[in-house]
């Protein structure tokens, strides 16, 4: 019982503290609502996030901002096709000891020792060093010459991509897609944005943000999330959905079975509770409903789904499948 009194608080808390962290950095950035509040999704169900958009659309102001008001450790890695594992994870140097004279192998910790990691431009390395980062996503950990370090909680990765050059990329493979809780595509601002964006970039004012939550705070928000109940109608329907994204399954429809040759697997079902959970929990509800399967369906199933030539020949995009599959389920 007074867990739940406590929990019904912490709701409260978070609902409050959600609307602080978007009137604040709204301060800095301009527009972007939907992809801040999936950004936040994210980081309360310890899931990381693909962020694909063009160059210029302030993607890494915009995750600066969140770990100053979440006082977290920044580290942005630049991803190019000469970076190394060890350029990401750390390395080891001989050290000589200015007391004793004596030289020992000491390990110095990478970028991607951090609370908040922007991966930028992530499909610009070759798979080896992409490895190296996503291996540090799944355990959390990092091991070298025989010894694991464990990386600081929260851990959180935004990867980005750019949608229109391809030429000299390394593609993310599907498995390794598969361990970013969304992928957020990340668009131009209107034209009233865009005016309001060179109005407050092209004067000498500097904006500082506050701190709106601690670290301590967002870890007891993300075990908040995990305890929030969903009604076994909402979980059926979100493994409905994504079994229904999955050719050979009894519940595909036709379409799915001739534009799909691979469909979502089970993480993308847990994901959609998780975020449902979390979407609640920061709207101030107690538990998540339909709706809120629904509006994670497209960030988190997009890039889960696998289109054929078919759908490629007709032009056809997985957000159009997919907004399809939504549809049928009505």
């Keep these: 019982m007074d867990q739940q009194i406590n929990d019904i608080e912490l709701l409260e808390n978070l609902h409050d503290s959600r609307d602080k962290f978007i009137n604040e950095i709204g301060k800095v950035i301009i527009g972007q609502t939907d992809v801040l509040h999936h950004i936040l999704i994210a980081l309360f169900c310890k899931g990381h996030t693909l962020i694909v958009g063009v160059p210029g659309l302030a993607k890494t102001l915009m995750i600066k901002t969140i770990a100053e008001l979440l006082e977290l450790k920044f580290s942005r890695i630049q991803f190019t096709p000469d970076l190394m594992p060890s350029d990401i994870t750390g390395t080891e140097i001989i050290d000589e000891d200015p007391s004793t004279g004596k030289r020992e192998f000491r390990f110095f910790k990478g970028p991607v020792f951090g609370n908040i990691i922007l991966a930028d431009e992530i499909n610009r390395t070759p798979p080896k060093t992409q490895a190296a980062l996503l291996e540090a996503m799944q355990e959390h950990k990092v091991t070298t010459s025989g010894t694991t370090y464990t990386l600081d909680e929260p851990f ?20 390794q897609l ?153």
């Design 178 to 330: 598969d361990r970013f809780m969304f992928n957020l595509k990340i668009t131009y601002p209107t034209q009233e944005e865009e005016i309001k964006i060179v109005q407050s970039t092209t004067t000498d004012e500097q904006h500082e943000s506050k701190p709106i939550l601690s670290k301590n705070d967002l870890l007891s928000y993300q075990h908040l999330v995990r305890r929030v109940p969903v009604a076994e109608n909402v979980i059926s329907y979100a493994v409905k959905l994504v079994t229904s994204s999955r050719p050979e399954s009894e519940n595909a429809p036709d379409f799915i079975k001739e534009w799909i040759d691979w469909g979502a697997g089970p993480r993308a079902s847990q994901f959609l509770i998780l975020g449902a959970k979390a979407k609640a929990a920061l709207d101030g509800r107690p538990t998540p409903d339909i709706s809120d399967i629904k509006d994670m369906a497209l960030p988190i199933l997009r890039h889960r789904i696998l289109p054929n030539f078919n759908a490629e020949s007709e032009g056809v995009s997985p957000d159009d499948i997919l907004s399809k599959l939504l549809e049928s389920l009505e």
């Design 156 to 175: 959180f990765v935004l990867a980005t991509q750019n949608p229109i050059e391809q030429e000299g990329t390394y593609p993310l493979p599907e498995a």
